[in-house]
């Protein structure tokens, strides 16, 4: 099965020249203003799916056994967006998803903020400006950290109780959407004007939905968790499955240091694909 994206030739053992230029974020309050948010990070990191999945889609015994991983765990997932996009043009992302043996929907909004040249200070201060600071304990802010770029991600959680006592299935597509409506937060509701969220969201449709398989492993100290997502391919007629690894930290230094050793453990491996992918950019241009 041919990968989603063609494996480069080679790879910069010395992956640290991606992160010279990077720094850790520190604390800055403008002058009359609430200060900046502190983030947390997610190193995410695609695998070639030729490399680490058999032919039923699922992990082979080489990479489960090298980062520890438990059995798979499924979760039902979903996006929900206009026909031209209008959430995802405005940096705006509005998911929705079940997890296996879990008695509840979880519904997901999402602003992303792209952080250029490693600069995290500058897209803090851009979502403050935003209104999106310190003292909004609603959001978590979080750099989403992959092979070449970085994105800073301000996210809110809400969940919705379901009867389903751990099944998989999601609700009709009206349903859904209506659940994502009456959670809807003030910040996108009244993003760029008065109800625009809210209008965006009665004229979005769903996106997906995919099955994601997600076993949860560790690795140098770390908890880290492997997804297999079987993406509908862009000719719409089979399956192109997108592997990632992802870890999470608190701390700018550990994110840094245990990033640029996974990436030459992976290469090393020749399990690893030298580029960055976002999901959600999938989902909505391939369903």
Sequence with gaps: ???????????????????????????????????????SYEVKLLLDSTQVLDGNLSLTSAIRSEFSLSSPKQVNVEYFDTLSLDLEAQGWNARFRKKENKDNYELNYK??????????QAALTLANNEGFDITDDNYEAEVDWGYGKQTLSISLDKKVSTSLNGALGLPSEAVARGMLLDKLPGKLKDWSSSNWGKGQLQNARAYGPVLVSKYEGSWNGLEVDVEVWPIRDAAGTGIE???????????????????????????????????????TQLMLSRY
């Design 1 to 39: 099965m041919k990968h989603w994206l063609a494996k480069a030739s080679a790879v910069f053992l010395g992956a640290t020249m991606l992160v010279s230029v990077l720094h850790a974020p520190e604390m800055v309050q403008a002058k009359g203003q609430e200060a900046n948010m502190v983030p």
């Design 111 to 120: 602003k992303r903020y792209a952080i250029q040249n490693g600069d995290i």
């Design 241 to 279: 499955p997108l592997v990632e690894i992802s870890f999470k930290t608190a701390n700018y230094n550990e994110a840094s240091v245990n990033r640029t050793a996974l990436i030459n453990s992976l290469n090393n491996k020749g399990w690893l694909v030298p580029a960055d992918g976002l999901k």
